[in-house]
T-cell receptor
Framework: RKEVEQDPGPFNVPEGATVAFNCTYS??????FFWYRQDCRKEPKLLMS???SGNEDGRFTAQLNRASQYISLLIRDSKLSDSATYLC????????????FGQGTTLQVKP | EAGVAQSPRYKIIEKRQSVAFWCNPI?????LYWYQQILGQGPKLLIQ????????DSQLPKDRFSAERLKGVDSTLKIQPAKLEDSAVYLC???????????FGPGTRLLVL
């Protein structure tokens, strides 16, 4: 079993749609959680951290459920520019700060 | 502020050949990471340096891969000899310290024929 698992995708949605991505992690000792965005043939970039209380950044909302070991990302009012692969990322509790990446979910927003 | 620099951007080699990648992290960043990203997968950590010391190399195939970070700044990753399954993007990242945000370079796309 992979340590971080994501919806396989791809997600094809029209502009303006709301779309949600889910992710589960297996290591209950994981301490920090993130969503990274990776455009086609580009490097991953931090989109947002995920906090237990849930957090929002504009059209993006991230949620964490530690009991279920579940992370989500909600994108409202999708834009063409949101088309990318979204990577769910977990940091180990070890003192190395090691990040474990999910395989990513591809989003294609169509006009 | 300059980002993480990597070279070359693309490399095509035949199996059993050797190849080396170079990374220059963001100035002042103590922690440097090398990741391998195979098509359709997320990045996988190969090796992590703290200054010029290795912190984690548990997933580095040490029979063929090696890496160094002399003087705690630039780093090189070498594959010798390459196999077909080494075809991937090799990403370098750096962070101010171990649990700070990691910034990625553009990557080196390696194709082994």
């Amino acid at each position: 079993r992979k340590e971080v698992e994501q919806d396989p995708g791809p997600f094809n949605v029209p502009e303006g749609a709301t779309v949600a991505f889910n992710c589960t992690y297996s290591n209950s000792a994981s301490q920090s959680f993130f969503w990274y965005r990776q455009d086609c043939r580009k490097e991953p970039k931090l989109l947002m951290s995920v906090y237990s209380s849930g957090n929002e950044d504009g059209r993006f909302t991230a949620q964490l459920n530690r009991a279920s070991q579940y992370i989500s990302l909600l994108i409202r009012d999708s834009k063409l520019s949101d088309s990318a692969t979204y990577l769910c990322v977990v940091r180990h509790s070890s003192n190395t700060g090691k990040l474990i990446f999910g395989q990513g979910t591809t989003l294609q927003v169509k006009p | 502020e300059a980002g993480v620099a990597q070279s070359p951007r693309y490399k095509i080699i035949e199996k059993r050949q050797s190849v080396a990648f170079w990374c220059n992290p963001i100035s002042g960043h103590a922690t440097l990471y090398w990741y391998q990203q195979i098509l359709g997968q997320g990045p996988k950590l190969l090796i992590q340096f703290q200054n010029n010391g290795v912190v984690d190399d548990s997933q580095l195939p040490k029979d063929r891969f090696s890496a160094e970070r002399l003087k705690g700044v630039d780093s090189t990753l070498k594959i010798q000899p390459a196999k077909l399954e080494d075809s991937a993007v090799y990403l370098c990242a750096s962070s101010l310290d171990r649990e700070w945000t990691q910034y990625f370079g553009p990557g080196t796309r390696l194709l082994v024929l």
